[in-house]
């Protein structure tokens, strides 16, 4: 399928329903499409031809989001640009990308003006919302659309994906159609959606408040196959989230953990109506154990994790809202630190450096084979075939299966610090850490030291109105994972340097700390 055919799907269901609501203003389906239509007759007007490629640079908006329905109605292919990136970064991507199309929203045109003399490949400008002398106008560049348009993409690819360059120069991640396929496939299967037969023909309700050009933008096409409403947020302010829930009555939505942690402090938290979520799913980064727990509590028995990487979007392992409890209701304490189980259309193994599979309970790292899997990485053979080694696609994760089947993920593989000669996974380390009751979040990394190799060091973010003594923070941790794996050095910043999409940079919090 290609991307358009998830909202041709939708509208297949009733072209007057709700597909996109924005700031009180609601587009059906047919609008949708008319729109999508419109997008893709001028890209043609303008010369893109099958396989081009073109570029979206915008906050969360409903009419960018519909460009990428054009965009695929004219077989050209996405490439989305993250608004939070430097400059410099962005032109690469572009470059990297053979763009020749850029859609951007005005609050973008300074970044874009700086770099547009640099990028001889893009040769058609359109600003969504605003006339510019050097930049063509959403009318203008709509107005070179004639005949209708309905082509195939180029190969069956749907977008290219930069990885975002923080271990190094960006690569483009090309995903095709099977690719969304396979993940639109498995988030059908994997989690709960709302049954028509049973709540009068109800279709899910998913709020985007993380970027549409990352995990929240891929989620949306599972609920365009069922004629769902999208509620998309332009801006991320989690007091604007609970109303949102409340009012739309929201059915499912995606936050990484950094933003869940905001929702279960915010103060409106208690008395907001959350009895429409089904599945509230959680990923991108690693989420406290004991965070986790209260959100189970709090929100509701419908929290659900995915793990994946672009490489492999989204689904990679899931834990359904109903694998976080045991049998008899309880909660699986023991399962909350884990990555769900592998998806039924993607198979794992934990493999040795050398490439040898091992056993249940070993670590090692995570690979993966499915038609989940990119088919590359864009004009880069060597890293598409060095993270494709021994026939199975390399996470860079190091893990273990237990023996119910769940995945574990310890750490990035370039994250494990080696301390008096014992690997320590650092993961592991802060999940201890957030246990503490004063921790907000928390980085773990290792510093070169004389006596231990690497001194295992770590860095806190303490919840509002909080204060620790570094010393009890390392006979908090010890007393739950024991010495070798207590750090040696506590430090408390105000916050942790992060990255565009919420990560802590572990590679900045090295460099903040070797100059102290």
């Given at each position: 399928m290609r991307l358009v055919d998830y909202l041709d799907k939708g509208a297949s269901l009733g072209g007057d329903a709700p597909c996109l609501v924005c700031d009180g203003q609601t587009w059906t389906y047919d609008e949708v499409r008319d729109l999508a239509g419109r997008v893709a007759s001028a890209l043609v007007g303008h010369g893109v031809r099958p396989g081009d490629k073109v570029a979206i640079l915008s906050s969360n908006d409903p009419i960018a989001f519909t460009c990428v329905f054009g965009i695929s109605r004219a077989g050209a292919v996405w490439c989305p640009i993250n608004p939070r990136n430097e400059a410099s970064e962005n032109r690469e991507l572009l470059d990297l990308f053979d763009c020749s199309v850029l859609i951007f929203k005005a609050a973008y045109a300074p970044l874009v003006d700086q770099i547009r003399a640099e990028l001889p490949k893009v040769t058609t400008l359109v600003c969504l919302d605003e006339d510019l002398e050097?930049?063509?106008?959403?009318?203008?560049?709509?107005?070179?659309?004639?005949?209708?348009?309905?082509?195939?993409?180029?190969?069956?690819?749907?977008?290219?994906?930069?990885?975002?360059?923080?271990?190094?120069?960006?690569?483009?991640v090309m995903l095709d159609g099977t690719n969304i396929e396979t993940m639109t496939a498995l988030t059908l299967m994997g989690y709960p959606w709302p049954d028509p037969a049973a709540t009068g023909g109800t279709r899910p309700t998913y709020l985007a408040l993380a970027p549409l050009t990352h995990a929240a933008g891929v989620l949306c096409f599972p609920v365009l196959t069922q004629g769902g409403s999208i509620v998309v947020m332009r801006q991320p302010d989690v007091g604007a989230f609970l109303t949102a829930v409340q009012e739309h009555r929201v059915t499912h939505t995606f936050l990484p953990p950094t933003l869940i942690y905001m929702v279960l402090d915010h103060p409106d938290l208690e008395s907001t109506d959350l009895s429409s979520l089904e599945c509230f799913w959680y990923g991108a980064a690693p989420m406290s154990a004991r965070r986790l727990e209260e959100a189970l509590t709090r929100i509701g028995p419908v929290m659900a994790q995915l793990f994946g990487q672009t490489e492999a979007p989204m689904m990679i392992s899931m834990m359904s809202p109903r694998d976080h409890f045991r049998a008899d209701g309880t909660i699986a304490h023991e399962r909350?630190?884990?990555?769900?189980?592998?998806?039924?259309?993607?198979?794992?193994?934990?493999?040795?450096?050398?490439?040898?599979?091992?056993?249940?309970?070993?670590?090692?790292?995570?690979?993966?084979?499915?038609?989940?899997?990119?088919?590359?990485?864009?004009?880069?053979?060597?890293?598409?075939?060095?993270?494709?080694?021994?026939?199975?696609?390399?996470?860079?994760?190091?893990?273990?299966?237990?023996?119910?089947?769940?995945?574990?993920?310890?750490?990035?593989?370039?994250?494990?610090?080696?301390?008096?000669?014992?690997?320590?996974?650092?993961?592991?380390?802060?999940?201890?850490?957030?246990?503490?009751?004063?921790?907000?979040?928390?980085?773990?990394?290792?510093?070169?030291?004389?006596?231990?190799?690497?001194?295992?060091?770590?860095?806190?973010?303490?919840?509002?109105?909080?204060?620790?003594?570094?010393?009890?923070?390392?006979?908090?941790?010890?007393?739950?994972?024991?010495?070798?794996?207590?750090?040696?050095?506590?430090?408390?910043?105000?916050?942790?340097?992060?990255?565009?999409?919420?990560?802590?940079?572990?590679?900045?919090?090295?460099?903040?700390?070797?100059?102290?």
């Open positions: 050097w930049a063509m106008g959403w009318e203008e560049f709509l107005s070179a659309g004639t005949d209708p348009v309905d082509r195939l993409a180029e190969d069956d690819l749907a977008l290219i994906v930069g990885t975002g360059g923080t271990t190094g120069r960006p690569k483009g909350l630190s884990s990555a769900g189980r592998p998806a039924p259309l993607v198979t794992v193994s934990i493999l040795a450096d050398d490439g040898t599979p091992l056993p249940q309970g070993e670590r090692g790292e995570i690979v993966v084979r499915s038609s989940l899997v990119m088919r590359g990485y864009y004009k880069n053979p060597e890293a598409t075939a060095e993270a494709s080694a021994h026939g199975w696609h390399h996470t860079g994760d190091i893990g273990y299966l237990d023996g119910e089947g769940f995945l574990h993920i310890v750490d990035r593989a370039k994250d494990m610090v080696i301390t008096g000669g014992f690997n320590v996974y650092s993961t592991e380390v802060e999940q201890a850490l957030m246990a503490h009751p004063a921790v907000a979040d928390c980085a773990v990394v290792g510093l070169p030291d004389e006596k231990w190799g690497e001194r295992l060091t770590a860095v806190l973010q303490l919840r509002p109105g909080q204060s620790v003594d570094p010393h009890d923070v390392q006979a908090f941790v010890k007393e739950r994972i024991g010495s070798v794996k207590t750090p040696k050095q506590v430090e408390v910043w105000p916050d942790l340097p992060r990255s565009k999409v919420g990560k802590v940079l572990k590679t900045e919090v090295k460099a903040q700390l070797s100059q102290i």
